[in-house]
């Protein structure tokens, strides 16, 4: 197969062409036509085998998470995700039912998302790793950002934290028979789409949670100027979270990563609309704590009393290099 | 050094600001301001160690080529650069000088464009590589396509062909003491952005020559649904790739690859035009040929005889693999 069949094949799923294309894939340049008056969301985020998946996923997962988790950041800014680009370097031993794959698992959370691929490139390397560039629209006083939190704002949080890090850790011992709510939050993340195309009419901060809400909440806190204070008991956990012993949970809730949830600081009179729309996408969201001035985060147990933080805040892709 | 000082590390040369910016790096998206009236012009390139570039070249080249090839597009598209991401996946053996050098040499061809980094991403890998997606605007009847060439169309280039493939051979036996321009050519073309900016007033069709001359306008003849006719003796060539024996120039003119320049289609209406066009910016252009009616290209030697096409029709990644 030379470069352009492999190009083909890759572009093949992705047949549903949205809004505002006006050249895609095979022509030099993407051109899209952005809808008058909303500012441009871009965000680019590279999935590389060996560090950020392994064995144990599927090519179809591979495909689906390298899209997801550059569309949760467009969540995150409150914008509607539009249009992609994919970069795609490929090992030779990587044969093309593999890629089919990839690029099916990937097609199918384009389509469900109304995002259309608009551009790509493909390149030979030694491991396999996909760049996804993500491009969307929001309206300028709907832009959320990771500045902009208030002391006296809450914190809210979308779904359960602490799956996707437990996950990891299930399919250390390669994938398990049964694929749990945990092992499918780290391989097939949902991105928050339909409460990020509005969370901008409410929130005043936002920011995606990949690397642990601490590590999270603290480049929230440190743009905004304030500081946090989380509620240990409110953190929302799946079943399977609060099953483990100890302060496993409450680990891997603060710092496990890769939650691909949305956090979002939220002014008190702006509370109840957002649970309102939260519900209306069936979204589940949970007050966390709240913004305090000053700077810094503290972890508050029963009655209030402050708990040690976890050694390790987050993931940092360095740690292990 | 942790993930966000080495982020620190490589955007501390960016610090110039186009216009536009509503956020950059340090979000968890870009936020940009299109101008009213646009077609966002999106391109992803890659460039992978040992695949796109060696050990004869300094990390700053390295810095200005990924950017280079990324820009290179959105001249063909006849847009103007505004914006861009970079992907960077590092080996742990890349040091924090090397990382600061290759950010210079990417940040000086930045600033020289006029488009702003606003955004990137930092994994680490086993080989380094840089995926760059450049975000460029253009009127939508300026914009250039693939697409579009008609019979008796005529052919132009900028520049010479053939001399970064002729540089690449020479970087195969390392770098050489004196870099001359076929050198200069391959380790940091120059992005064809002042004529690409209004190329779009003249031609009906463009693509920049990154693969070589006679897969890239195959490219567009299929794409146009058209043929060509390329004058063999026409072909701008360096005093450098000249000098060569036998069909070597030839070769490495049709099928070299890498030259980032452009391939115009423009009906003759409006060379006049372009060819002003490209004086006011110093671009040097020729013609190398005409758009037939039917299908592929013919290599015209003197008097009109048609030559034989080299097996070689351009650069593939995978031929190696």
Redesign the interface.
Known sequence: ???FQ?IDLFTRPFEKVGAGV??GP?????????R?G?????????L?E???FGPAFRPEEIGHKALAVALS??A??G?IPR?F???L?LP?RIDDRFLARVAKGMAALASRSSVTL??????????L?L?V?T??E?R?DE?L???GADAGDELWVTGTLGDAALGLRYLAAGRPKRVTGAVRAQLVPEPRLSIGAVAGRYASA???LSDGLLQDLGHLCE?SGVGAEVDAGALPLSKEVRRLEGDDALGLALAGGEDYELLLAVPKGRIAGLRRAAGRAGVPLTRIGRIVAGGGIRVLGPGGSELPLPARRGW???SG?
Not at 38 to 46: A, G, I, Y
Not at 118 to 127: D, I, P, Q
Request: proline share 6%.
């Open positions: 197969m030379t470069e492999r006006v050249a095979g022509d030099d340049c993407a051109l899209t036509a952005p008058p909303r500012l441009l969301v871009s965000k680019v985020d590279e590389v060996g560090v950020h950041d467009l995150a800014a914008s249009w680009l994919v970069a370097a030779a608009v551009g790509g490139n493909l390149t030979r390397a030694g491991a790793s760049t560039t491009l969307g929001v300028p832009a950002r990771r500045s936002a920011i995606d743009r940092d892709p360095w290099a």
